[in-house]
């Protein structure tokens, strides 16, 4: 069983960054993709961004040039860096560790963006 661990939710005014981050507790971690998704009130989960074992990024086009994906192989880490933050990015945020047909979830991590 795969365990995510997420943290670096918080408060920020509008224009602030903020930086999440996500430890995975098995070494499987360095031969999946990892992402980042966000759920607001009344709103479906939608994908923020993804980063493949080999490094490759991907981003919603809401977040394109604010938000960067990064990893950490040797720390079984993933990070979000959020920039120029809006309050439309108000959301819970989620980690999740994609290997094959399985998806594993972290409990998610408030961001609220204070306008």
């Known amino acids: 069983q795969v365990q995510l661990v997420e943290s670096g939710g918080g408060l920020v005014q509008a224009g602030g960054s903020l930086t999440l981050s996500c430890a995975a507790s098995?070494?499987?971690?360095?031969?999946?993709?990892m992402g980042w998704y966000r759920q607001a009130p009344g709103k479906q989960r939608e994908l923020v961004s993804i980063?493949?074992?080999?490094?490759?990024?991907n981003y919603a086009d809401s977040v394109k040039g604010r938000f960067t994906i990064s990893r950490d192989n040797a720390k079984n880490t993933v990070y979000l860096q959020m920039n120029k933050l809006k309050p439309e990015d108000t959301a819970v945020y989620y980690c999740v560790l994609r290997r094959l047909a399985n998806d594993y979830w972290g409990q998610g991590t408030q961001v609220t963006v204070s306008s």
């Open positions: 980063i493949s074992s080999g490094g490759t990024t």
């Open positions: 098995r070494s499987i971690f360095s031969i999946s993709a």
